[in-house]
């Protein structure tokens, strides 16, 4: 069983820039969620995909979007990089649907924007 | 609305004591579920124990249980014979109703000293 995979681990990048975070699934899962950890804080839920589509989405502005594609893996894309938007952006994977209620999380990408 | 909060910003124990990390959630829906992830500073979350509303028993989980108080809205987390390993951010979350979004605590630094 291969567990949540997430690329980069770090990542610079200047304020305007766009930027595109990677996540690979856990094998058998459906179900992609991204949050969003600043320093000291808890994860915040910035949106959910199921089955290719975004099913849930937090409080976070337009420019956050996301993309899960057939095999379950799915992107982060954040355009216009603000400084606030420096945190560790987590993927989880689950199964919708199943019996598992709990996500499985991947390592993260740090990502600073200056 | 639910919401989730974790009052003590850091903890400290004795190796091979036990602690309890507090927790107390509010939500109007009666089916929820409450999680406890460990987080260390490789930045993954690992989940540790799942608790149901509905369930009438406190779960457990090798080391880890969960005191499970409905009346007072409180779901603490027991980590019994506590190893340095176990130092780490701990973080409650809770999802109610139809909805697969957890909605996570601020967290606690556990300490564990030897």
């Known amino acids: 069983e291969t567990g949540v995979t997430q690329s980069p681990t770090h990542l610079i990048k200047t304020r305007g820039q766009q930027v595109t975070l990677r996540c690979s699934s856990q094998?058998?899962?459906?179900?992609v969620s991204w949050y969003q950890q600043a320093l000291g804080q808890g994860p915040q839920f910035i949106f959910q995909y199921y089955r290719e589509e975004e099913n849930g989405r937090g409080n976070f502005p337009p420019r956050f979007s996301g993309l899960q594609f057939p095999n379950y893996s799915s992107e982060l894309n954040v355009n216009a990089l603000e400084l606030d938007d420096s945190a560790l952006y987590l993927c989880a994977s689950s199964l919708l649907g199943g019996e598992g209620y709990e996500q499985y999380f991947g390592p993260g990408t740090r990502l600073t924007v200056t | 609305a639910q919401k989730i909060t974790q009052t003590q910003p850091g903890m400290f124990v004795q190796e091979k004591e036990a602690v309890t990390l507090d927790c107390t959630y509010d939500t109007s829906d009666p089916s929820y579920g409450l999680f406890w992830y460990k987080q260390p500073s490789s930045g993954e979350m690992i989940f540790l124990i799942y608790q149901g509303s509905y369930d009438q028993q406190n779960a457990t989980e090798g080391r880890y249980s969960l005191n499970f108080q409905k009346a007072r809205k409180s779901a603490n987390l027991v980590i019994s014979a506590s190893q340095l390993g176990d130092s780490a951010m701990y973080f409650c979350?809770?999802?109610?109703?139809?909805?697969?979004?957890?909605?996570f605590g601020r967290g606690t630094s556990l300490i564990v000293h030897p």
């Open positions: 979350a809770m999802r109610s109703g139809g909805s697969y979004i957890p909605t």
């Open positions: 094998s058998g899962h459906n179900t």
